[in-house]
């Protein structure tokens, strides 16, 4: 322990140190990096005094929250990371429904405690992520449709820069940082805080699931596609196609939050759309939806994805979706899993230009991921995954910035150029500029200055 621990209000990690290891995991066992010091920030003042230590001793910052993004920007190698799941905590005001909640708290934290009055506001589909890289990229939630992304519900960010002033955000207080932060990542400095508009939505969803043999899915998703496009915004239809041993499952359906009664109205088109193998309606608590898709894995497996934004979806790219980047329809249980989740409603009536966030005319979103444990099968695994990228390239309009990875980020500035328009990235860049001129925060999305 060196003597710059007496800085800190939490604890400051070196190698060797209890609790090092455990700091520096992330949710992707390929990353394996080892930083020279690791601040468990406490507070404020210790990210503060973090980031002017880092600058003293030359040293690159990443920052951890949830430890989420599958490219391990948390972890710099020798570099200080600032891990703040010290700083979790989530304050409601339920007569205002506004949530203040700190800069490491997880989804599940701010879940939970909105609920206990029957509010939230769009969170992610997973309650271990954190709740500052969801947002700061933008945030997909099963609320998007009905009340905007997460960015589009966040009132205010209180935000350490590269200098260690701390600063506050909002559309009164520097507008154009707000606009930034909007979508922007965390190029511009650590939010330390966010405040949330909530929304009563009550306790109650539907889940819909329906599942076909890929073989017989091509007519089954253009319906399922067609129903989409009409459906009420508390729905929010979702697809995905995974391997089994009598071959590929594609699995159809939709998530509504709000009354069941109300999203039992869908079933009897979804039901029209083909004879399904197997289907599942299920009537969980929010909180039990927001769960359901919490890994088992956890920080043990690795893990490599690939995204596209998509405007349309048509018959070539279904028949695209359903071979995930293989040759044919076989049952190969070591292709990625791919899947779709609608966009539209209340993420499309925002203005393309009220916020960093892009690409507001996207239909569905498209993913594919593959997880598995032996190091050995790391360049089959991420080749395959790339090959159901780019099967769904021809058809794409863009990415989202969370969703892109260390090697398209390394390739200069084209993933990032694929995230954000011609004109929002100039926009990006002058706040970049202003903010952080010298890209202390680079371990990102990055967003290069212009000086």
């Not at 309650?127 to 997909?140: I, P, R």
């Not at 596609?225 to 995905?240: E, M």
């Not at 998530?255 to 009897?268: F, I, M, Q, S, T």
């Not at 899993?337 to 916020?355: C, K, N, R, T």
């Amino acid at each position: 322990m060196t003597t710059t621990a007496a800085r800190f209000d939490g604890r400051l990690l070196t190698p060797g140190d209890a609790g090092y290891d455990t700091a520096r995991t992330v949710w992707n066992a390929m990353v394996d990096r080892h930083p020279r010091m690791i601040v468990r920030a406490a507070g404020v003042p210790d990210v503060v005094a973090a980031v002017r230590m880092a600058q003293e001793l030359d040293l690159e910052i990443g920052v951890r929250c949830g430890g989420h993004n599958v490219a391990g920007f948390a972890v710099p190698d020798g570099g200080l990371m600032i891990d703040l799941t010290l700083m979790g905590g989530v304050r409601i005001d339920p007569a205002r429904r506004r949530a203040r909640v700190q800069g490491g708290a997880l989804l599940g934290a701010l879940d939970r405690a909105s609920q206990a009055y029957g509010l939230a506001t769009t969170a992610g589909n997973v309650s271990h992520t954190g709740v500052g890289g969801l947002t700061l990229g933008g945030g997909m939630g099963w609320l998007a449709r009905q009340h905007g992304l997460a960015c589009d519900n966040v009132v205010s960010y209180t935000m350490v820069t590269a200098q260690g002033d701390v600063v506050t955000a909002s559309r009164n207080e520097n507008p154009d940082l707000f606009w930034g932060l909007r979508g922007g990542g965390g190029n511009f400095g650590i939010v330390t805080e966010f405040e949330f508009q909530l929304h009563r939505i009550g306790t109650r969803t539907l889940v819909a699931e329906f599942d076909f043999r890929a073989e017989d899915a091509v007519p089954v998703i253009e319906g399922w596609r067609d129903l989409n496009a009409v459906a009420p915004r508390q729905a929010t239809f979702t697809a995905s196609v995974a391997g089994s041993p009598d071959g590929p499952i594609a699995t159809l359906g939709f998530v509504w939050v709000g009354d069941p009664a109300e999203g039992r109205r869908l079933l009897p088109a979804m039901r029209a759309l083909g004879r399904p193998l197997a289907s599942r309606v299920t009537t969980p608590s929010y909180l039990e939806l927001q769960q359901r898709d919490d890994s088992t894995g956890g920080h043990a497996s690795r893990r490599y994805s690939k995204g596209h934004y998509l405007r349309s979806f048509p018959t070539a790219a279904i028949e695209a979706f359903l071979l995930r980047g293989g040759a044919d329809l076989s049952a190969s249980l070591d292709l990625p899993s791919v899947g779709l989740q609608a966009h539209g409603g209340a993420i499309a009536d925002v203005p393309e230009a009220d916020a960093a966030f892009s690409h507001r005319g996207t239909m569905f979103e498209f993913g594919a991921g593959s997880r598995w444990s032996d190091p050995a099968e790391d360049d089959a695994r991420m080749n395959a995954t790339r090959a159901a990228g780019a099967s769904l390239e021809p058809y794409a309009s863009g990415v989202y910035v969370n969703s892109l990875t260390a090697d398209e980020l390394a390739d200069g500035q084209r993933g990032v150029r694929r995230a954000y328009s011609a004109a929002k990235l100039a926009r990006l860049t002058a706040v970049k500029t202003a903010y952080d001129p010298a890209n202390v925060f680079h371990l990102n999305q990055n967003i290069r200055p212009a000086c």
